[in-house]
């Protein structure tokens, strides 16, 4: 146990160490000369290129920048930006929380719906109530987040006047958003119940808890869905994934604030600083909850320890 | 194809009479290719996936001929027009009529979606062959690889290769296919590792075969059913993460249709004219439930064990 564990923190450290080289390296890849970024698309003087070379360090050779980069990023120091002039990490720690907030919310609702959706679909297997779940799953796969967003808004903002549009702050806020964020997951995750479900149910400790003559409702509870849910979990990490890129097309959707927006807002400006802290924050954020929910699956299914 | 070639290295007669054995599917996929055409065609989903994907793509492709209307002219007389016999689809904030900007914009929309999957599976395959097949250093260079691309979520790489290659259609459909690489190179590389150890892929390698046709005519087969999968359910996502970007606006730009942005456009106005962004909107979930339907009897039709996952 405790070996697989020291095994995946160390897996994830060159993975950690690539990332700071990559979101590095951003800068360094766009066409043109990096110094044009920092100009801002203004007109270049000699003398203030000169200026700006000297104060991003761009005249030093790569591996020396890279390495005050990495000083600085261990230093908690992620730059500034090149609108606002405030320190990148003032402006992602703002950011962090609403999309955070947001991303379990999303979760919550995936969970609530997905599952129970699910199970039905499994123990009702061929009926109608089992055709109707994955009718509503597949489409809950094939809509994109932007669109269902704007329906609800539509329905239940525009038409009925049951939630606001916008803002953020109070839980009538977040219920929109976290519907339209987690509606994907829960389709994603009834299908995956659905079938883990459909293969536990095979099993013949079911059949033998059935045999003794245990109540259907604990049969389902206890044996079947504590093995179905394994899965699940193991899927957590694309959830995941998914999670935050619907995040940050919801926040653009609903005009709430956060790492999306930030991003998007960066990206549109051309604000690399501002660039390179969102994708690194997100990526490590990324890494680390894939990390911990590989650590925490150790716990939950005991056969993964002796591999 | 090792047939007519001298042996190099001498093997037993029964070694020799299992590869001719493993070799017969091989001469036989046509029945195999027919056998699965014919279950894909028994699965109503599939069958309904194909036809509405065809109907899609044949409006976008002949657009010029069916759009009633040019997709970016103005017309000061439909300015938001709701939807009527004279413009199908309503108008949007410019009297453009959306119908034949809904068409044009599949002229957008569905070749991201396809040019992106082209590249990913290019790339991604013969990231995997390599990687599965030489093993070794090769291998951990190429996997290492892989597992720095996951690290990060598919938007998140592919915003920041827009914002480092800047916005184009090209660059757009570069940015969606480079991130879906990673999880194409997994799955490949799994199925050249088990290949790599079947038996008449070591009769092939030991009767001299080079390695280019060892991979090509025998480990390629295997690669193609859960790529082709793959790549059709990866469509479906990357003409959602294209549109997605063009929604950011962070993809293409108006005025040119493309059924993102014309989401975007109507955003402000679905209070009033919901017909600006439902119908892009409703193209999009269209398609991307047709390409689903279509691979998920792919899936049932390749693979028949998959079948209920």
Same mark, same amino acid.
Do not use: C
């Given at each position: 146990?405790t070996?697989?564990i020291?095994r995946?923190?160390?897996?994830?450290?060159?993975?950690?160490?690539?990332i700071?080289?990559?979101?590095?390296l951003?800068v360094?890849?766009?066409?043109?000369?990096?110094?044009?970024i920092?100009?801002?698309?203004?007109?270049?003087?000699?003398?203030?290129?000169?200026?700006?070379?000297?104060?991003?360090?761009?005249?030093r050779?790569?591996?020396?920048?890279?390495?005050?980069?990495m000083?600085?990023?261990?230093?908690?120091?992620?730059?500034?930006?090149?609108?606002d002039?405030?320190?990148?990490?003032?402006? /992602?720690?703002?950011a962090?929380?609403?999309?955070l =907030? #947001? !991303?379990?919310?999303g979760?919550?609702?995936?969970? *609530?719906?997905? +599952?129970?959706?699910?199970?039905?679909?499994?123990?009702?297997?061929?009926?109608?109530?089992?055709?109707?779940a994955?009718?509503?799953?597949?489409?809950?796969v094939?809509?994109?987040?932007?669109?269902?967003?704007?329906?609800l808004?539509?329905a239940?903002?525009?038409h009925?006047?049951?939630?606001?549009?916008?803002?953020?702050?109070?839980?009538?806020?977040?219920?929109?958003?976290?519907?339209?964020l987690?509606?994907?997951?829960?389709?994603?995750?009834?299908?995956?119940?659905?079938s883990s479900?459909?293969?536990?149910?095979?099993?013949?400790?079911?059949?033998?808890?059935?045999a003794?003559?245990?109540?259907?409702?604990?049969?389902?509870?206890?044996?079947?869905?504590?093995n179905?849910? /394994?899965?699940?979990?193991?899927?957590?990490?694309? =959830? #995941? !994934?998914?999670?935050?890129?619907g995040?940050?097309? *919801?926040?653009? +959707?609903?005009?709430?604030?956060?790492?999306?927006?930030?991003?998007?807002?960066?990206?549109?400006?051309?604000d690399?600083?501002?660039i390179q802290?969102?994708?690194?924050?997100?990526?490590?954020?990324?890494v680390?909850?894939?990390?911990a929910i590989?650590?925490?699956?150790?716990f939950?299914?005991?056969r993964?320890?002796?591999? | 194809?090792?047939?007519?070639?001298?042996?190099?290295?001498?093997?037993?007669?029964?070694?020799?009479?299992?590869?001719?054995?493993s070799?017969?599917?091989?001469?036989g996929?046509n029945?195999?290719?027919?056998?699965a055409l014919?279950?894909?065609?028994?699965?109503?989903?599939?069958?309904?996936?194909t036809?509405?994907?065809?109907?899609?793509?044949?409006?976008?492709v002949?657009a010029?001929v069916?759009?009633?209307?040019?997709p970016?002219?103005?017309?000061?007389t439909?300015?938001?027009a709701?939807?009527?016999?004279?413009?199908?689809?309503?108008?949007?904030n410019?009297?453009?009529?959306?119908?034949?900007?809904?068409?044009?914009?599949?002229?957008m929309?569905?070749?991201?979606?396809?040019?992106a999957i082209?590249?990913?599976?290019?790339?991604?395959?013969a990231?995997?062959l390599?990687?599965?097949?030489?093993?070794?250093?090769?291998?951990?260079?190429?996997m290492?690889?892989?597992d720095?691309?996951?690290?990060f979520?598919?938007i998140?790489?592919?915003?920041?290769?827009?914002?480092?290659?800047?916005t184009?259609?090209?660059n757009?459909m570069?940015?969606?296919?480079?991130?879906?690489?990673?999880?194409?190179?997994r799955?490949?590389?799994?199925t050249?590792?088990?290949?790599?150890?079947?038996e008449?892929?070591?009769?092939?390698?030991?009767s001299?075969?080079p390695?280019?046709?060892?991979?090509l005519?025998h480990?390629?087969?295997?690669?193609?059913?859960?790529?082709?999968?793959?790549a059709?359910?990866?469509?479906?996502?990357?003409?959602?993460l294209?549109s997605?970007?063009?929604?950011?606006?962070?993809?293409?730009?108006?005025?040119t249709?493309?059924?993102?942005n014309?989401?975007?456009?109507?955003?402000?106005?679905m209070?009033?004219?919901?017909?600006?962004?439902?119908?892009p909107?409703?193209?999009?979930?269209?398609?991307?439930?047709?390409i689903?339907l279509?691979?998920?009897g792919?899936?049932?039709?390749?693979?028949?064990?998959?079948?209920?996952?």
């Amino acid at each position: 146990m405790t070996r697989y564990i020291l095994r995946r923190l160390v897996q994830a450290v060159p993975v950690l160490f690539g990332i700071t080289l990559f979101t590095f390296l951003m800068v360094h890849l766009t066409p043109g000369d990096p110094v044009l970024i920092f100009a801002e698309g203004k007109p270049l003087s000699e003398e203030r290129e000169a200026q700006i070379r000297e104060l991003y360090g761009l005249n030093r050779p790569l591996w020396i920048q890279y390495r005050d980069y990495m000083a600085d990023l261990l230093h908690g120091d992620l730059g500034q930006g090149l609108r606002d002039k405030r320190p990148v990490w003032d402006t /992602i720690q703002e950011a962090i929380w609403p999309t955070l =907030q #947001l !991303a379990a919310a999303g979760l919550t609702v995936a969970l *609530t719906l997905g +599952v129970p959706l699910g199970i039905f679909a499994a123990l009702f297997h061929n009926s109608w109530l089992d055709s109707a779940a994955m009718v509503v799953a597949l489409l809950g796969v094939s809509t994109p987040v932007f669109y269902l967003g704007l329906l609800l808004l539509f329905a239940f903002s525009f038409h009925f006047h049951l939630f606001p549009a916008t803002g953020t702050g109070g839980l009538e806020n977040l219920i929109l958003p976290a519907l339209t964020l987690g509606f994907a997951s829960a389709a994603f995750i009834a299908r995956l119940v659905r079938s883990s479900m459909l293969e536990v149910l095979r099993q013949d400790y079911v059949t033998t808890a059935r045999a003794k003559g245990v109540r259907e409702q604990l049969v389902v509870t206890r044996h079947a869905l504590k093995n179905a849910m /394994i899965p699940v979990v193991t899927y957590f990490g694309i =959830q #995941l !994934a998914g999670l935050l890129t619907g995040a940050v097309v *919801t926040e653009q +959707v609903f005009s709430r604030p956060g790492l999306g927006r930030v991003m998007v807002t960066a990206i549109g400006n051309r604000d690399f600083p501002l660039i390179q802290g969102a994708v690194l924050v997100t990526a490590v954020v990324y890494v680390l909850v894939s990390l911990a929910i590989d650590l925490s699956y150790a716990f939950i299914d005991p056969r993964i320890r002796y591999e | 194809m090792s047939d007519a070639r001298p042996l190099t290295v001498r093997i037993g007669v029964r070694s020799q009479r299992r590869a001719a054995a493993s070799l017969a599917p091989m001469a036989g996929s046509n029945g195999l290719v027919h056998d699965a055409l014919r279950r894909l065609w028994r699965n109503p989903g599939a069958v309904a996936g194909t036809i509405v994907l065809t109907a899609v793509i044949l409006l976008a492709v002949f657009a010029p001929v069916v759009a009633p209307y040019d997709p970016i002219e103005q017309n000061s007389t439909a300015i938001r027009a709701a939807p009527s016999a004279e413009h199908l689809f309503g108008a949007d904030n410019f009297g453009r009529d959306i119908f034949s900007r809904v068409l044009y914009g599949g002229r957008m929309s569905l070749p991201i979606g396809f040019v992106a999957i082209g590249i990913t599976a290019v790339v991604g395959v013969a990231l995997g062959l390599i990687a599965g097949y030489y093993g070794g250093r090769v291998d951990t260079v190429v996997m290492r690889w892989v597992d720095l691309m996951l690290a990060f979520p598919g938007i998140l790489l592919a915003m920041a290769l827009v914002a480092i290659l800047g916005t184009s259609l090209f660059n757009l459909m570069l940015a969606v296919g480079i991130a879906a690489i990673p999880e194409y190179t997994r799955v490949v590389r799994g199925t050249v590792l088990s290949a790599r150890e079947a038996e008449y892929v070591v009769a092939a390698r030991v009767s001299g075969a080079p390695d280019r046709s060892v991979v090509l005519r025998h480990i390629l087969p295997n690669v193609l059913p859960p790529v082709i999968v793959l790549a059709t359910l990866g469509i479906a996502t990357a003409i959602i993460l294209g549109s997605t970007l063009s929604f950011l606006g962070l993809g293409i730009k108006p005025p040119t249709p493309e059924w993102g942005n014309m989401l975007a456009d109507g955003r402000s106005m679905m209070r009033h004219q919901w017909w600006v962004s439902f119908f892009p909107g409703l193209a999009i979930m269209l398609t991307v439930l047709a390409i689903n339907l279509l691979g998920d009897g792919l899936r049932d039709a390749l693979d028949p064990r998959l079948r209920n996952r």
